[in-house]
């Protein structure tokens, strides 16, 4: 049993003494290849840095020649600046003793020209005091002579002077009123005849329709059995609509018609648009009402700034604040004098575009002045002020440019104008408003502009009688003849056309003709 046991053991030793061998074998193998790599690389380490140390030290030599090199250069440089400003001082030193030479010549020269001057004064002080004596002596003269000649034209000389004034005067008014009319004459045959080419091209280049807008609407029903449920039980549907619109129904013995009447054009179409969708619904009833009605206002709302989008698009126009696209569509909605007020202002946008184009000045800007001219009458919320001081007010709000703001505000005289496009926005309005049935006037205000026009006439001096002719755009004055004269008539028509110019306010232009009529009757007897 042992004997197994210790051959084992012994096996177990010598194979344990053997491993240590081999290991110990293999250890130094590996030191030796270890320290074998370690020389090389210590070598290989020695080798590149004896080549990075010569190529720092080439570097270094060539970084101190260049600096070298510069150095030279610069000092070469200060001594030339050097040279030059001791010969700058040099050439100073000599100016500087020339101009002291100079000075010496100058002062020699003044000395010798005060004793001139000294002795010409002495001179001119005697001939002064032998021209006083003189004066005195024509002064003596004078007066002898004028009170000899009061003497014999039996008046005083303020009395004589004041004739001759009055006779100057009366010869210079009748000399200057030929003159502005030669004047104003001569003018017209080059101005008017540009002027008129003007304006006659532009309005022929650009073409409109005209149409009145009515304060009523009539909405066309199929049969008359619809008024009924529109009228509603004991009148409660046609109440609600016009609590819910603002506007009235007018529901008579018209067939198969009801009549919306208001003056805001926008509530007439709400009112119109809401009672097309009931009939069409079929369900009439307070709450249904309210609810139809608010789905149009918005419908409407939205409607609006569409309609100024595509104003805008249509004619070309960039950059418009939204709240002013929002307005150029209200004015769809709005009237001027029965002409619609969006149609009005595309129109003078085109001719004012046309006109500026004309006359050589920026047809893109006067057509964004002639669209929003208007503006300050679509204003939702009350306001004290002119329309146009109040849409110059909003472009100035909305960042609009200077010279539209002016136009905007100037196209009624409000405000001074201070730019070419102002007076083009003016013209074409009045171009827009004075077509052939684009407007409608109420019969009492044109009656009384009629009548401030011959009042304002016979205020005037020899005026007789006055006549507004061609509703109201003619004025045919008669003067008497014995006391105005025909330079004067001249001036009485100049006078009278500027005066309503000044004072009234009306649509397209007013011809003021004034009639001097010499008369001589005798009877045979």
């Not at 004991?234 to 018209?254: H, M, P, Y």
């Not at 440019?401 to 083009?424: L, Q």
């Not at 401030?452 to 507004?468: H, I, M, N, P, R």
Request: proline share 2%; with cysteine.
């Amino acid at each position: 049993m042992l004997t197994p046991i210790i051959a084992a053991v012994v096996s177990l030793v010598a194979g344990i003494f053997l491993g240590k061998a081999i290991f110990a074998k293999n250890t130094q193998k590996l030191e030796d290849e270890a320290i074998a790599k370690a020389s090389d690389i210590v070598k290989n380490a020695e080798s590149q840095a004896e080549n990075i140390k010569k190529d720092r030290i080439l570097e270094a030599k060539e970084k101190f020649l260049k600096l070298r090199a510069e150095f030279e250069d610069e000092s070469n440089k200060k001594k030339q600046i050097l040279i030059q400003n001791e010969q700058k001082l040099k050439e100073r030193e000599r100016t500087i003793q020339q101009s002291m030479e100079q000075s010496k010549r100058l002062e020699s020269e003044l000395n010798s020209q005060r004793q001139s001057v000294a002795a010409k004064d002495e001179n001119l002080k005697k001939k002064l005091e032998e021209a006083d004596r003189k004066r005195e002596e024509a002064e003596k003269m004078l007066a002898s002579q004028v009170a000899q000649l009061e003497k014999i034209a039996g008046l005083s000389a303020d009395e004589a002077r004041q004739q001759l004034i009055d006779a100057l005067r009366g010869e210079a008014e009748t000399k200057a009123s030929s003159i502005i009319k030669n004047t104003i004459e001569e003018a017209k045959l080059t101005a008017t005849k540009e002027a008129k080419k003007v304006v006659i091209e532009t309005i022929q280049r650009t073409a409109a329709e005209n149409a009145i807008e009515n304060c009523v609407s009539v909405f066309n029903i199929e049969s008359d059995d619809v008024k009924g449920k529109i009228i509603g039980r004991e009148g409660r549907n046609i109440r609600a609509l016009e609590s819910a619109t603002g506007v009235e129904f007018i529901v008579d013995d018209t067939p198969e018609a009801i009549i919306i009447s208001g003056f805001d054009p926008v509530r007439r179409e709400i009112a119109r648009l809401s009672l097309h969708r009931l009939v069409q619904d079929g369900r009439i009833h307070p709450a249904r009402i309210e609810e139809v009605v608010a789905k149009t206002k918005k419908n409407i709302d939205e409607e609006i700034i569409e309609i100024g989008e595509r104003t805008v698009i249509d004619l070309g126009i960039h950059g418009l604040h939204p709240e002013l696209i929002k307005m150029v569509g209200r004015m769809r909605f709005r009237s001027s004098y029965g002409q619609n007020l969006l149609q009005h202002s595309r129109e003078v946008a085109k001719l004012c575009a046309t006109m500026a184009a004309e006359l050589g000045l920026n047809a893109k800007l006067a057509k964004r002045a002639g669209l929003l001219h208007d503006i300050g009458k679509v204003w939702p919320e009350e306001a004290e002020l002119p329309h146009a001081i109040l849409g110059m007010q909003l472009a100035e709000k909305y960042k609009e440019n200077p010279e539209v703001c002016n136009a905007i505000g100037a196209h009624h005289d409000e405000i001074e104008m201070t730019s070419m496009i102002s007076p083009i926005i003016q013209v074409c309005d009045a171009i827009s408003g004075s077509r052939p049935g684009a407007r409608r006037e109420m019969m009492e205000s044109y009656m009384r502009r009629l009548k401030e026009l011959e009042e304002l006439a016979t205020s005037f001096s020899g005026v007789q009688k006055c006549y507004a002719i061609q509703a109201g755009r003619e004025l045919r004055v008669l003067v008497d003849s014995e006391n105005v004269s025909d330079e004067k008539a001249s001036m009485l028509s100049y006078d009278i056309s500027q005066k309503i110019e000044k004072e009234m306010q009306y649509p397209g232009q007013i011809k003021v003709t004034v009639i001097r009529e010499m008369r001589a009757v005798n009877y045979a007897k």
